[in-house]
C-alpha cells in the first residue's frame, strides 16, 4: 500500500517538516549573532528566504534583531513604554465635606468647644454636608452613671439638639451606634434615629437627617457610573495598633459589597488608609475628652474632626482623594492662652 501524504496550502507534510525542521535549526543558530549570508550559504537558501523565515519568526513573537546584516535571537526585552492617561476623561471637581463621629453628649468629658469650632472651619471652607459616624450622646448604662450629667434619653436628645452645632447651609447627616444612643433603642425599642430627628424639626431643626442604624451607604453619582461612600459605627475595641480594626474590616468585606470610601466611627481614633484593598478608609477621631470608662481602658482620645476632598472620574471611580485633620488638644490648652471667647 502507498503511503497517503496530506496537503496544506498545496504542500505535503514531507514540506512542512522540512520547513519546520529548517526554522528550528535556524533558531539554534541565531542564538548568537550571525550573518544572513551565512545562513543563506549554510542552509543553501537564498537570502530573501532567510528573511522571510526571520520575518516569520518575528511574527509569532521571537525576539529577533536584525542589525548590519546579521540576525541575533536577543534574550533582552524592551521595558514597558510610556502610555498616557487621558485626563479630560475625568470630572475635574472636587467635592469635600465633613466627618466627624463620637461626639458623647451629656457625658462630663464632652467638648463642645471643639465641636462649634470644626463647625466654624466647615462653615468658613463652604462645606455643606457633615457626616457623623455615630455616638452622639452618650446614652445610660450600669457603668457610665457617675461620668453623665443628663439622664433620661429624652432629656438627653433635648440638650443634643440644643447644644450641638447649627450653621447655615450644612446638612449634617448622622447614623445611630448600637451603643451609647442604641442602648436607649434596644431598650426601650425607640428607633433614637428617626426620634431625634422628629424632636429636632420640631424644635426648628431642619439640618439632622438620619441615614441608618449602624451603618448606610450614600451613592456618589456621576455622569457614567456612580462610587459608594460608606458611613459605619463599627464594632470591639481599640486594638494595640491603629490601623488593625480597620484593616480587619475591610478584609471582611465581601469583593462586590467594598465601599469606595469608608467613613469609621467608634474606635475614638484619627487615621487613614488611603487605599487598602481599593478603600479609602478614614477613622474619624472623636468629639470628646477622654472618659473615665476610656482611662480604664487604657484607650487614647483623639480628639478632632476631619475635612475629606476627593475627585470622581466619569465613570465613577474616585481618582483623587485628599484628607485634613483639625486636631484639638485638651481644655487647659485653651484656658492658659485665653483662646476662649
Sequence with gaps: MSKIEFKI??????????????????KKDIKKPVSLISLANKYKRSPAIIEAI??????????????????????????????????????????????????????????????????DIYEQEGITQVYNG?????????????????????????????NYPQRKNITINFIAGDDHE?????????IIGEYLEMKAKAAGRNDLKYLGYMEADITLQARRGNAILRVVHAGGGTAYALSYQPQKLI???????????????????AEVLPSYRNVRA??????????????K???????????????????????RFKTEWLGFFDKQYYRARKYYV
Excluded at 496550502?9 to 535556524?26: C, H, P, Q, V
Excluded at 478584609?251 to 481614633?269: A, C
Design 54 to 119: 526571520l520575518d516569520e519568526l518575528t511574527a509569532q513573537k521571537f525576539n529577533v534583531n536584525i542589525k548590519d546584516g546579521e540576525a541575533h535571537l536577543s534574550s533582552e526585552v524592551k521595558t514597558g513604554g510610556t502610555h498616557k492617561i487621558d485626563l479630560k476623561e475625568f470630572e475635574n471637581k472636587t467635592y469635600k465635606f465633613g466627618f466627624i463621629t463620637d461626639d458623647h453628649l451629656c457625658n462630663k468629658a464632652e467638648r463642645l468647644d471643639v465641636l462649634n469650632a470644626i463647625f
Design 182 to 190: 442604641g442602648w436607649y433603642q434596644q431598650r426601650e425599642g425607640v
Design 282 to 295: 478614614v477613622q474619624g477621631g472623636c468629639g470628646c475628652d477622654q472618659t473615665r470608662f476610656m482611662r
Design 297 to 319: 481602658k487604657r484607650i487614647e482620645a483623639h480628639v478632632g474632626g476631619w475635612i475629606v476632598e476627593f475627585q470622581q472620574s466619569k465613570d465613577g471611580a474616585i481618582n
Design 134 to 162: 455615630g455616638n452622639w450622646i452618650d446614652g445610660e448604662a450600669s457603668f457610665n452613671k457617675l461620668d453623665i450629667h443628663t439622664f433620661g434619653m429624652t432629656n438627653q436628645i433635648d440638650y443634643f439638639i440644643k
Design 251 to 269: 478584609e471582611s468585606l465581601q469583593g462586590g459589597d467594598k465601599p469606595h470610601i469608608l467613613l469609621i466611627g467608634h474606635y475614638h481614633k
Design 9 to 26: 496550502d498545496g504542500k505535503t507534510d514531507k514540506d512542512l517538516n522540512e520547513r519546520f525542521k529548517l526554522i528550528e535549526s535556524i
